[in-house]
T-cell receptor
Framework: NAGVTQTPKFQVLKTGQSMTLQCAQDMNHEYMSWYRQDPGMGLRLIHYSVGAGITDQGEVPNGYNVSRSTTEDFPLRLLSAAPSQTSVYFC????????????FGPGTRLTVT | RKEVEQDPGPFNVPEGATVAFNCTYSNSASQSFFWYRQDCRKEPKLLMSVYSSGNEDGRFTAQLNRASQYISLLIRDSKLSDSATYLCVVQFRKLSFGAGTTVTVRA
């Protein structure tokens, strides 16, 4: 099993550009989520999904969109990048009934200039 | 007030030493508690759950104090490989992550 994979590992964007961060898992987990991690702050939940076709907002959803067309994939779209979105982004998945047991991907380091 | 607060450290300890640190949480209705470990520039990984009665996993001991709303992690006989940032995680409907406590074990 590859676990949770994320692409790209690194990305530099200019203000106003859009892009999609990819996330995939091969563990057949129903629950998937996106977090951002900034220095001195805990991981903050952006969006999450409890299954294919179902998504919901976390605590910092503004500026991001998600979709979940399959169990495996959960892409995160930045609509119009801003410097405040410079961060490390982690995708995570967890098995049904154990959403606290989060399996994280290796992260995407995003810089917006 | 942050939902989960941790002393950022760093805690610099020699190999073989014992190190302990706490995490406080603000929501008294929090239901479940966990410690995650994050190595430098890597993803977090679940280290252990924290039960009301306290629990051990090898050299790691976790305790929960609901009355004072904190959890603790103790590492005995520290190894160089224990150097990492330890994230406190509290669950009430969703997971709330602390910013982490950094531990550096030196030879």
């Amino acid at each position: 099993n590859a676990g949770v994979t994320q692409t790209p590992k690194f990305q530099v964007l200019k203000t106003g550009q859009s892009m999609t961060l990819q996330c995939a898992q091969d563990m057949n987990h129903e629950y998937m989520s996106w977090y951002r991690q900034d220095p001195g702050m805990g991981l903050r939940l952006i969006h999450y999904s409890v299954g294919a076709g179902i998504t919901d907002q976390g605590e910092v959803p503004n500026g991001y969109n998600v979709s979940r067309s399959t169990t495996e994939d959960f892409p995160l779209r930045l609509l119009s990048a801003a410097p405040s979105q410079t961060s490390v982004y982690f995708c995570a998945s967890s098995p049904e009934g154990h959403f606290y047991e989060q399996y994280f991907g290796p992260g995407t380091r995003l810089t917006v200039t | 007030r942050k939902e989960v607060e941790q002393d950022p450290g760093p805690f610099n300890v020699p190999e073989g030493a014992t190190v302990a640190f706490n995490c406080t949480y603000s929501n008294s209705a929090s239901q479940s508690f966990f410690w995650y470990r994050q190595d430098c520039r890597k993803e977090p990984k679940l280290l252990m759950s924290v039960y009301s009665s306290g629990n051990e996993d090898g050299r790691f001991t976790a305790q929960l104090n609901r009355a004072s709303q904190y959890i603790s992690l103790l590492i005995r006989d520290s190894k160089l490989s224990d150097s990492a940032t330890y994230l406190c995680v509290v669950q009430f409907r969703k997971l709330s992550f602390g910013a982490g406590t950094t531990v550096t074990v030196r030879a």
